[in-house]
């Protein structure tokens, strides 16, 4: 099975985190932290950082590991590696999403997300 490692920044906002929705691909729609592959000779922090840029348009400060998550999806084995990140700017711009949303933490629970971005909710409504 094809193995995919990626990071995922779960930006936070006073007591909210943000959420953003695909916009392509077999999970289109579905809801997700942002963040991506990490890149040859990359650490995970330095690929976050080009990650949040990249879809975005913005910069965050990576603050604190939080979690890896390991997920079987049906054509490829996941590792997520996932901090606690925080916006350096105010400004957004969606250049890879469909759309994005604060989400307080009673919230979380309101949207689709991803089954392996389930367990990064899991361990943030457990903290």
Same mark, same amino acid.
């Given at each position: 099975?094809k193995?995919?490692?990626?990071? @995922? @920044? /779960? /930006?936070?906002?006073?007591d ?5 929705q ?5 999970w289109?729609?579905?809801?997700? &932290?942002?963040?991506?592959? /990490? ?11 080009r990650?949040i840029?990249?879809e $975005?348009?913005t ?5 604190? &590991? ?12 996941l ?5 606690l990140?925080s916006?350096i700017g ?9 759309a @994005?949303?604060?989400? +307080?933490?009673?919230? $979380? +629970?309101?949207?689709?997300? $991803?089954?392996a971005?389930?367990?990064? /909710?899991?361990?943030?409504?457990n903290?």
């Amino acid at each position: 099975m094809k193995c995919i490692e990626v990071v @995922a @920044a /779960i /930006i936070r906002r006073d007591d909210m985190v943000l959420a953003t929705q695909r916009g392509y691909g077999e999970w289109k729609d579905w809801w997700e &932290f942002p963040g991506g592959k /990490i890149e040859a000779g990359e650490t995970p922090e330095e690929a976050l950082l080009r990650e949040i840029h990249e879809e $975005l348009s913005t910069e965050i400060s990576v603050d604190q &590991f939080l979690c890896t998550v390991e997920w079987d999806y049906p054509k490829f084995h996941l590792t997520m590696h996932c901090y606690l990140c925080s916006l350096i700017g105010d400004s957004l711009h969606l250049n890879e999403h469909e759309a @994005a949303r604060w989400l +307080a933490p009673a919230e $979380l +629970a309101s949207v689709q997300w $991803l089954p392996a971005d389930m367990q990064v /909710i899991d361990k943030l409504t457990n903290r």
